[in-house]
């Protein structure tokens, strides 16, 4: 029990009842005094954030606090102040003030020391870093016999290179960073380069700065319905600020062809997928071609939903209330969970031999928690035993939590008497993308407000909203379709190419390959070819990488090439457009 008492000349006692023993309540007291007018103008003009609490605040404390503070994400102060000053104690505030910038620092790297970056700070630390791991690349002596390189006799430069990536792999996540790692894309040679690349450290530092940010939002409770709905309003103004920014990037950019057409680069990025309506209508084209398809060949609609368990959520789903469970996560990682479940979900229809083709829409629950829902084709002899593979892996987690088996996995089996599988599908993907022809979000918020939220949640977190599950390629389809002219009967390419130009998705993907037939099996695939530099003629190779440069110009089956890229676009000097 807590009492709080206000005496003469700014003198404040707090009494806390700690223990009744044969009736008699023992106390104990704080004095604490309260700031004079001088101090509170004084604290007011350096920390402007303090004004609406500066009567609240006892000298005993203010520099504890202004110093938690100012190293926190500025635009949030307000927020945090006011979560503070609703502690009843004064060790209850400098508690919840150490958790939160433990909380907060925990998701940035160990060298950061202010989450309000500048571009200057990024710079610095980002050209420290970069000589540091150059530093270790250059002097650690990591040859496969463990002498120095320089006098060694012998080399094998892919054990020298596997093992100086371990050790910088090491010293990178003392920093709390995740080292870059070898894939299809990245080779170890190039993981090591961008360790040693100033650009590469200010991208990453730049991200997990501004995660963390919006991170802060979360764990204050800001995000959720009623006040800043999937993400807060100042990532929102960054993002938009930052699309502001591209766009006039692109608009100031020209490239010109070989006929002297100049056309500038947002132009040409309005005629792709990046432009809003061009993504809802490939999507749904898919979308409709794969229901065309399931129809033709006896395949039944299945719409899936899967939640994250309670752990992941912040605020309750209903109420939109504090969760108690909450285990700190960030959307990223719930996204990772959700990832890991459909690995394994995929992987057991595989060896269950379920053939499986569909949509998949990841979108944000209100407090930012994303939850996926999936549009997917099976035959009807399989829908029992999808079910219970569906079942199992997404309660797989914490599976015996109350309400688990309501919330966490729902699967509907599509009823063609009530509606197209479409139409289920084609809510979430207009949500999510433009709106349109929608008023409101699933929280009955503006459908503007859902949006414009919507976009800046999937881009601070970096995550992938929508993604093909089986069928053709859609970036073969794409080429195809910009193919000027009819191919021959016998042509390789003339019925997917037809299929493609009329946008009649199930007839492209039957011209590619029966449904079953793997990506790798299909008949056509991307043709490439080396990329020259247009000024010296020199082959042009990836930065990090050095593999050499490769440029899209159509599509290929076997030996047979269609070229579908026909022009070659030098960019203008500033100005010359």
């Excluded at 001088?38 to 110093?67: C, H, N, R, T």
């Excluded at 270790?136 to 892919?158: F, I, M, Q, V, W």
Aim: glycine share 6%.
């Amino acid at each position: 029990m807590i009492f709080s008492i206000y005496g003469n000349q700014g003198l404040l006692l707090q009494l806390t009842a700690i223990s009744a023993v044969s009736g008699i309540w023992f106390l104990s007291f704080r004095r604490c005094l309260m700031l004079n007018e001088a101090e509170k103008q004084y604290y007011q003009e350096s920390y402007p954030e303090l004004k609406p609490f500066i009567d609240q605040v006892d000298s005993g404390s203010v520099k504890f606090l202004m110093d938690h503070i100012v190293v926190l994400p500025l635009e949030h102060s307000f927020h945090i102040l006011k979560a503070y000053f609703e502690k009843p104690t004064i060790r209850e505030q400098n508690l919840f003030i150490r958790k939160l910038k433990k909380s907060i620092f925990s998701k940035v790297p160990a060298f950061v020391d202010n989450i309000n970056f500048y571009s200057t700070d990024i710079r610095k630390w980002a050209a420290y870093q970069s000589r540091k791991f150059s530093k270790l690349a250059n002097e650690y002596p990591y040859t496969y016999t463990g002498k120095s390189r320089t006098k060694s006799p012998y080399r094998d430069k892919a054990k020298e290179l596997e093992s100086l990536y371990k050790v910088m792999s090491s010293f990178i996540r003392e920093l709390n960073i995740e080292p870059p790692k070898p894939n299809s894309q990245k080779t170890l040679e190039g993981c090591i380069q961008r360790l040693q690349c100033p650009e590469w450290w200010a991208r990453r530092i730049r991200k997990s700065l501004k995660q963390a940010r919006e991170y802060t939002a979360i764990t204050l409770g800001r995000v959720s319905k009623g006040k800043d709905i999937y993400c807060s309003n100042p990532t929102v103004k960054d993002r938009e600020l930052d699309k502001l920014r591209n766009e006039k990037f692109l608009k100031d950019k020209y490239v010109v062809n070989e006929e002297g057409e100049v056309l500038s680069l947002f132009e040409i990025s309005q005629s792709t997928i990046a432009n809003p309506v061009n993504r809802r209508a490939d999507l749904m084209t898919r979308a409709s071609g794969f229901e065309k398809m399931a129809d033709e060949e006896g395949y039944q609609g299945v719409f899936v939903t899967i939640t994250c368990p309670s752990k992941y959520h912040n605020n309750y789903s209903k109420s939109g209330k504090p969760n108690p469970n909450w285990g700190g996560y960030t959307p990223k990682e719930s996204q990772k969970y959700l990832n890991s479940v459909w690995c394994k979900i995929r992987a057991q229809l595989k060896r269950d031999k379920i053939t499986m083709f569909g949509i998949r829409v990841t979108e944000p629950q209100h407090d930012g928690t994303p939850h996926w829902h999936i549009l997917v084709f099976i035959l009807p002899t399989d829908i029992k035993r999808f079910s219970e593979i569906i079942a199992h892996y997404a309660l797989m987690e914490d599976g015996d939590e109350k309400g688990a088996a309501e919330n966490r996995c729902d699967i509907k089996i599509i009823d063609k008497t009530k509606g197209r599988a479409t139409g289920y599908l084609a809510k979430y993907v207009s949500k999510n993308i433009d709106g349109v022809e929608l008023e409101t979000g699933s929280y009955d918020e503006p459908i503007k407000t859902t949006v414009r939220h919507v976009e800046a949640w999937a881009s601070c977190w970096s995550i992938r909203q929508f993604q093909q599950q089986g069928g053709a390629s859609a970036s073969v389809y794409r080429e195809l379709r910009r193919a000027r002219h009819e191919q021959a009967p016998d042509s390789p390419f003339e019925a997917a190419r037809a299929a493609a130009d009329t946008g009649n998705w199930a007839e492209y993907n039957r011209a590619m390959g029966d449904i079953n037939t793997p990506r790798k099996d299909h008949k056509l695939k991307l043709d490439y070819e080396v990329k020259f530099d247009t000024d010296t003629g020199e082959i042009s190779t990836t930065r990090y990488d050095g593999d050499i440069r490769k440029k899209l110009i159509g599509v290929k089956a076997g030996d047979q090439r269609l070229k579908t890229r026909h022009h070659v676009w030098r960019p203008l000097p500033k100005g010359a457009g």
